[in-house]
């Protein structure tokens, strides 16, 4: 979202990417139908489908487009917020119990949730209630008011209640694409009216009918740049103990089954903290999705070691390539299909618990504008998603359209291969590696729930690595130039027994000779293979 627009501009520019890809010839086992590998579509909802001709992504759109994501191998959707905002992205709610009527209705949303679940996927909701708008009814009732019964709801810099507090970067507003600018400020997660207010909320998401089957809510939340120190203020220190455990546990004593993941405000930590004391199932693995844009072993390696290995047993790391408020990573490839193809394989074998930003499957791009304190900045990262190879048609969600320069520089081009009408019926497509690739996660057990260890080599262009259970491993072999490389892979560590071990080509066409304690292989340039 906006609130992280200096902050996106200083890592664009300092992601330096040389990324290479992965050829497309193997078709994946039959997939397991009781394999429970998990596969995140991130959704910007209202550039995905418009289902009434408005130009806005809706709700009923994606409930159409459910067919579209289980053929692509998702499994659960994180939408971002559906409250009620001024803000096209729907952060800084102006009401946190509706649904803004661009997106439809709860009864929309009820019908998509219980078909979610009907299909055995999964819905998680974006969450950021550490901020509101002037319109919201805690900023109207208590500024300049401060008998107000929400007087201890909001942060004042002031006893009279006229000097609303800060957000993020020290902002008091922010000005939407469309000119519509609103002031803003931060919600007081130390007051317990806040906190109940925050565990009725999200129990109402979690069931909304309160019969206790939660077939209509959602099985977890993101929380949008959690803090324990929110935004560093001096009265909002510490709530990692005093609101979000709080909160997480009570929430769970409703449903045990809810997962929480912390989308951690600092991108360069490894989170550790907000699993352990944030009480969180889960945290972004940013520093894991740099290493990736960057392509360079060691950093892969290195992070990969720190990511997946030390995160414990009964927490996930999300990993990505791509979100809402990166620049696309075909953009940073500069639109490689090749290289795009790598990421994709790093994203989906690796390990952890793979999320897909939506477009990032037909290779959509896009990098933040610069257009001044304004969320159009971001419009070029969440573009309409591109059904058709003319970039018009049913249910294009251009709701930006003629709005301003980023309209006029959109990255969407007719023609230009990236669209899903172009690359679904072309096997070597980019669409259809993702295929590929997810429906391989699902089929293997070792891919889709393994553990991860790093597996030593004498290549400098090769990453290679071991996922394993304990019945079941997979040996992947990564090589990142553009030209063919070989090998000579130490197993000596191996969590699994390799040596005198058959390996069996299911990903990639190279072959691999197994003697002692190394494997030695050829890979084909820029080629994600992999050896069960």
């Known amino acids: 979202m906006i609130k992280r627009t200096s902050r996106l501009a200083a890592i664009s520019v300092s992601l330096v990417l040389a990324l290479q890809a992965c050829n497309t010839n193997t078709t994946p086992a039959t997939e397991k139908k009781d394999n429970n590998s998990e596969v995140i579509y991130h959704v910007f909802q209202r550039s995905f489908y418009d289902s009434n001709g408005d130009q ?3 709700l009923n759109g994606l409930h159409e487009k459910l067919d579209y994501l ?3 191998g998702v499994t659960s959707i994180l939408m971002v917020p559906l409250y009620e905002s001024v803000y096209y992205h729907n952060y800084f709610a102006s009401d946190f119990k509706k649904i803004d009527p661009r997106l439809g209705t709860m009864d929309d949303y009820l019908k998509l949730v219980k078909d979610i679940h009907q299909r055995g996927m999964k819905i998680y909701m ?5 901020y509101v708008t002037e319109d919201h009814p805690w900023y109207k009732d208590s500024y300049n008011n401060p008998s107000s019964q929400y007087s201890d ?8 209640h006229t000097k609303p507090s800060t957000i993020v970067m020290d902002l008091t507003g922010l000005k939407g694409y469309d000119g519509v600018t609103r002031r803003i400020t931060t919600v007081n997660l130390r007051s317990k ?3 109940e207010y925050n565990y009725e909320l999200f129990k109402y998401w979690t069931d909304p009918n309160e019969d206790g089957k939660f077939d209509d809510g959602v099985d977890g939340f993101r929380l949008d740049h959690m803090m324990d120190d929110l935004d560093n203020k001096p009265e909002l220190k510490g709530l990692f103990k005093d609101f979000w455990t709080p909160l997480i546990t009570r929430l769970k004593a409703v449903n045990p089954k809810l997962n929480f993941v912390a989308e951690q405000s600092e991108w360069g930590s490894y989170a550790f903290d907000f699993l352990s004391e944030g009480n969180v199932d889960r945290v972004f693995g940013f520093r894991l999705a740099f290493a990736i844009r960057n392509f360079n072993k060691k950093e892969i390696n290195a992070m990969a070691d720190t990511v997946l290995t030390l995160t414990p047993d009964n927490k996930q790391q999300v990993v990505f390539i791509e979100n809402h408020d990166m620049p696309r990573f075909a953009t940073v490839v500069k639109g490689n299909k090749a290289k795009e193809k790598t990421g994709a394989a790093l994203n989906l074998l690796i390990g952890g618990v793979p999320a897909i930003y939506y477009g990032q499957e037909l290779g959509m791009t896009g990098t933040p504008g610069k257009y001044g304190m304004t969320d159009a900045n971001e419009i070029p990262l969440r573009e309409a998603f591109e059904w ?3 970039d018009i048609g049913k249910g294009m969600a251009l709701w930006y359209k003629n709005s301003g320069p980023w309209w006029d520089n959109r990255n969407n081009k007719p023609d230009d291969g990236i669209s899903l009408e172009e690359q679904k019926d072309d096997p070597n497509s980019l669409w259809n590696y993702y295929k590929t690739l997810t429906h391989l996660r699902r089929s293997n057990d070792a891919i889709g729930e393994g553990k991860y260890q790093t597996l030593k080599n004498d290549n400098d262009s090769v990453v290679s690595f071991l996922r394993y259970t304990n019945d079941k491993a997979v040996v992947v072999a990564v090589n990142l130039s553009d030209s063919a490389q070989h090998a000579v892979i130490n197993t000596a560590g191996a969590k699994v027994q390799i ?6 080509n299911i990903l990639g066409n190279a072959a691999a000779e197994v003697s002692a304690d190394n494997i030695t292989i050829t890979l084909p340039a820029n080629s994600a293979q992999v050896f069960e």
Request: proline share 0%.
């Open 193 to 195: 009216n806040v906190l």
């Open 388 to 390: 058709y190879k003319a």
């Open 126 to 130: 974006d969450m950021e209630t550490q």
């Open 70 to 72: 289980q053929e692509l």
């Open 56 to 58: 806005h992504g809706d």
């Open 499 to 504: 040596t005198g071990k058959a390996l069996t």
């Open 153 to 160: 709801y909001l942060l004042y810099q002031d006893a009279a």
